[in-house]
């Protein structure tokens, strides 16, 4: 009964301190310490603090690899009414305003060979990350194309029924013999068996680059059973 009451006159008397100390210091005092003595105020996390430097790059759409033509249309989004600059082979050759959605264009002439394409968000003369990087190929000259058998007006005859379409062009062309895929490798060589019919065969032998240019040799052999 004794220790009741003495607790009891301790939590009265506690009461009456944190009442007294909230009207002379304020609560935020009592707040610190409460902080303070759970031990909480050592391991209170420090506020971090946005970084809002970060500017989104754009995306350029994909275009084909190869072209024949030096004129070509660049286009892709970013966020609406921003400024993108735009590099054709490292070299910044002009800067345009993205649309209400987001979309840019810009219409830009071809060196010969490989160009390489990428762009960047211009934000009060402050630069994002480059775009993804694009790269085409201007070619406007057709493939070589050289047939080294049959030869034109060649006869065949009995069992030589099969013309074996023999010839070398550029890497990564295709060839085809009167419309038939022929085997390539990697150095541009080419080979097709083609059945031949009695009498005159005509043989079409075209090769086909990435740009769309086009070399194309006709021959005549004759076949006779």
């Known amino acids: 009964m004794q220790k009741t009451e003495k607790n009891l006159a301790l939590s009265i008397l506690g009461i009456i301190i944190i ?7 304020g ?11 759970s031990g909480s105020k ?4 420090q506020p971090v603090t946005q970084d809002n430097s970060f500017i989104a790059p754009p995306v350029l759409d994909s275009f084909p690899e ?3 033509s030096a004129d070509i249309i660049i286009t ?21 305003k993205t649309q209400n959605d987001g979309k840019f264009q810009f219409k830009e002439t071809l060196k010969p060979g490989e160009n390489t394409v990428k762009a960047t968000v211009d934000v009060n003369g ?3 990350d480059f775009s993804n990087a694009l790269t085409v190929a201007f070619k406007s000259a057709p493939p070589s194309l050289n047939l080294d058998s049959p030869s034109d007006g060649q006869s065949f ?9 023999k010839g070398i062009t550029d890497p ?18 080419f080979s097709y068996d083609l059945p031949l019919r009695s009498g005159d065969n005509k043989i079409a032998v075209i090769a086909a680059d990435m740009a769309g240019n086009k070399n194309e040799k006709d021959i005549k052999v004759t076949y006779s059973p």
């Open 27 to 37: 609560v935020p005092l009592l707040v610190n310490l409460s902080l303070f003595l």
């Open 172 to 189: 990564d062309v295709k060839v085809t013999v009167n419309g038939f895929w022929a085997i390539t490798d990697s150095q541009g060589n």
């Open 42 to 45: 050592n391991t209170q996390t």
């Open 76 to 96: 892709g989004i970013a966020s609406k009414n921003q400024s993108i600059n735009l590099y054709l082979n490292d070299n910044l050759t002009g800067s345009a």
């Open 19 to 25: 009442i007294f100390l909230a009207i002379r210091f």
């Open 157 to 165: 005859s009995k069992d030589q029924n099969t013309a074996t379409v």
């Open 126 to 128: 402050k630069e994002s």
């Open 66 to 68: 190869a072209t024949a």
